[in-house]
């Protein structure tokens, strides 16, 4: 059993290196089909078959899903401990079954796993909650299992690029880091520096609270016209945080996703009139 689950962490590995959308660490979307954002799983099972439902890809074949934090969050075992990656497993899955329909960013909580760094969730350090239920669950194995976890979070992309002009990473790098952030690092191939504070793609991850300025700047440096994120917790599900940016979450039961139609061009408060809840998703 722990074989199985390390082979299928490296299949996930191969299938997101192949992806055929994606150019070194961005996602780069034509001008057909469609795309469903979401916000971040943490765990949160219920709503991932909500989103597989709705999305319904063998229905349509030019449709996308992103997804990104899908680990530290949901069902626990016995005795505390984070059991989130068996969501990971299934979305894995998912994403072998529809390769170039399915796909992964990376988000603060990866970077942690990544480099065993401590990320608080709900008053609880979320690594060793989750390593510890590994130690349990699969033995000698453990850190066999720990390394192509690790692996796999390290494969994922960085951000997603519309032809339509909508940009989506887990978060921007926040005000006081941004002259530190190197964009370049969308464009070549990552390292572990870059995922170790303050390496850029950990500035890209882990920034908060963005004033409107910044925001526009990261617009234009992106040559897009819209912004998307998750990171940031949201009780309602999303929020508009400035005129050309949306947080969405969806890892509770007020969360949110955002289909978007690729063939066409979207003001935010079109974006806004987008959203669905994922309670009305049956």
């Not at 150019?23 to 989103?51: C, K, Q, W, Y």
């Not at 603060?108 to 760094?117: E, L, R, Y």
């Not at 690594?127 to 349990?136: F, L, Q, T, Y």
């Not at 949201?234 to 929020?239: E, H, L, R, S």
Request: with cysteine.
């Amino acid at each position: 059993m722990p074989q199985a689950k390390i082979d299928l962490l490296r299949r996930g590995v191969e299938a997101n290196l192949a992806d055929p959308f994606r150019m070194a660490n961005l996602i780069a979307f034509p001008d057909t089909g469609s795309v469903v954002f979401t916000g971040d799983i943490h765990g949160h099972r219920r709503n991932f078959e909500r989103i597989v439902t709705y999305a319904d890809l063998p229905g349509h074949p030019d449709r996308h899903i992103i997804f990104h934090e899908i680990i530290h969050g949901g069902p626990e075992d016995v005795h505390g401990g984070c059991i989130s990656y068996h969501l990971l497993f299934d979305a894995i899955r998912f994403k072998l079954e529809f390769p170039s329909q399915v796909h992964f960013l990376i988000g603060n909580h990866d970077t942690a796993c990544i480099t065993n760094s401590d990320v608080m969730k709900a008053g609880k350090e979320m690594n060793r909650a989750m390593c510890g239920a590994i130690d349990r669950e699969f033995g000698p194995r453990a850190e066999d299992i720990r390394l192509a976890l690790r692996q796999f979070l390290f494969s994922q992309a960085l951000a997603v690029r519309t032809a339509n002009r909508i940009w989506m990473s887990h978060s921007l790098p926040g005000e006081n880091v941004v002259d530190r952030f190197d964009p370049g690092v969308f464009h070549r191939t990552l390292k572990i520096n870059d995922v170790v504070r303050p390496g850029s793609a950990y500035l890209l991850t882990w920034g908060r609270r963005h004033t409107h300025a910044l925001l526009h700047g990261f617009a234009k440096l992106f040559d897009v016209d819209l912004l998307i994120m998750g990171h940031q917790p949201q009780p309602d599900g999303w929020k508009k945080v400035a005129d050309n940016c949306l947080i969405l979450a969806s890892d509770h039961n007020h969360g949110h996703i955002l289909p978007v139609d690729l063939s066409r061009a979207y003001t935010l408060e079109q974006l806004i009139n987008n959203l669905i809840p994922l309670t009305s998703i049956v």
